[in-house]
């Protein structure tokens, strides 16, 4: 691997990583924002803009761990707050398997 496939590998992590994250807050924030409104307004919500958060989490967390599979492979080890995100996302894919 060329030291420009290596620099693309970790970039690669690093903004899947960041993705993964903006896409949490957002579904976390959505989350709360519900909590104490009646369920027609959440359901509503759920089959409108939640759907989407969810499946744009879902898409965060499948690249997460592409692009985690080929950051191991160039031989680079993750940090434990990146490993940690990665098991998430693995988590989560596997959670809506």
Excluded at 48 to 73: C, D, P
Excluded at 74 to 87: E, I, K, Q
């Amino acid at each position: 691997m060329t030291h420009q496939d290596e620099a693309a590998a970790t970039d690669r992590l690093r903004q899947a990583l960041a993705a993964f994250q903006t896409a949490q807050n957002h579904l976390l924030s959505a989350e709360r924002r519900l909590k104490g409104l009646p369920q027609a307004e959440v359901d509503a919500f759920w089959n409108g803009l939640g759907r989407r958060l969810e499946a744009n989490m879902r898409t965060t967390a499948t690249e997460v761990v592409a692009a985690f599979k080929q950051f191991s492979a160039a031989g680079f080890v993750a940090s434990a707050g990146d490993r940690h995100l990665v098991t998430q996302a693995q988590r989560h894919l596997s959670a809506g398997a």
